[in-house]
């Protein structure tokens, strides 16, 4: 079965570009032309991935890609965001809502054609499932439990939850307002920010050869690097 792409983008040039390529390698083609009109498709008939522009009339790109990461229905399809912008804090904030990749404009076709198929493998191979398991490191959601290398590592509930947002969303910088979110469940900045601090410093303190993967990204927040450093 062919792989669907749902492009979501105004530009008629751009979609026709698009659309061409990706046909032309064997993707079947599905087209909205509004931020709205995207959404609506993507629950009507979950495409494989979508590529998202940033600049839409109405909903714009991050409004769409954080209404389908928010909805069970398509909070799965994998996002490649598209934008003219090429400022890194567009960027950061694209992948901090969830987006997969990123393609600045102007782009060259084949090489989207590339990311698409890559996002779409780099997907299958790490679903969303009851083990997360990374380069040594194994955390059992069904049980709570964390391994480092076989060796058990003692996390509290908190320090557990904080390792997996980490683990799946690695190589992505994540806010203390989004770990807040997204582990404490506080939607607003109820809690002060440096409750995550410490509760970084205490899982750096546990997870011993793997704690330098843990970054600190200054103004930013934190980061679980995705490579080990030189
Ligand atoms: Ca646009």
Redesign the pocket.
């Known amino acids: 079965m062919q792989d669907t792409v749902l492009i979501v983008?105004?530009?008629p040039d751009?979609v026709d570009l698009l659309r061409y390529n990706l046909e032309r390698a064997d993707f079947d083609v599905l087209v909205a032309m509004t931020g709205d009109r995207g959404l609506a498709v993507a629950r009507e008939s979950r495409p494989d991935i979508v590529i998202l522009?940033?600049?839409?009339p109405g909903m714009d790109g991050h409004e769409v890609c954080r209404a389908m990461k928010g909805d069970t229905g398509t909070e799965a399809i994998p996002v490649i965001m598209l934008t003219a912008r090429s400022e890194p804090g567009q960027r950061v904030k694209g992948l901090e809502i969830g987006a997969d990749d990123y393609v600045t404009k102007p782009f060259s076709p084949r090489e989207l054609v590339l990311r698409v198929r890559a996002v779409l493998r780099r997907h299958r191979t790490m679903p969303r499932s009851e083990i997360v398991s990374f380069d040594g490191l194994t955390l059992d959601r069904t049980k709570f439990e964390a391994r480092l290398d076989g060796e058990r590592i003692e996390l509290t509930a908190t320090e557990f939850k904080l390792m997996c947002v980490f683990v799946e969303r690695r190589g992505r910088t994540l806010t203390r307002e989004t770990l807040l979110r997204d582990v404490w469940g506080y939607q607003t900045s109820t809690l002060d920010t440096r409750t995550v601090d410490t509760h970084v410093r205490r899982l750096r303190d546990k997870l011993g050869t793997c704690s330098a993967r843990l970054e600190t990204v200054r103004g930013e927040g934190y980061r679980f690097a995705a490579e080990a450093s030189p």
């Open positions: 983008e105004d530009e751009a522009d940033l600049m839409l």
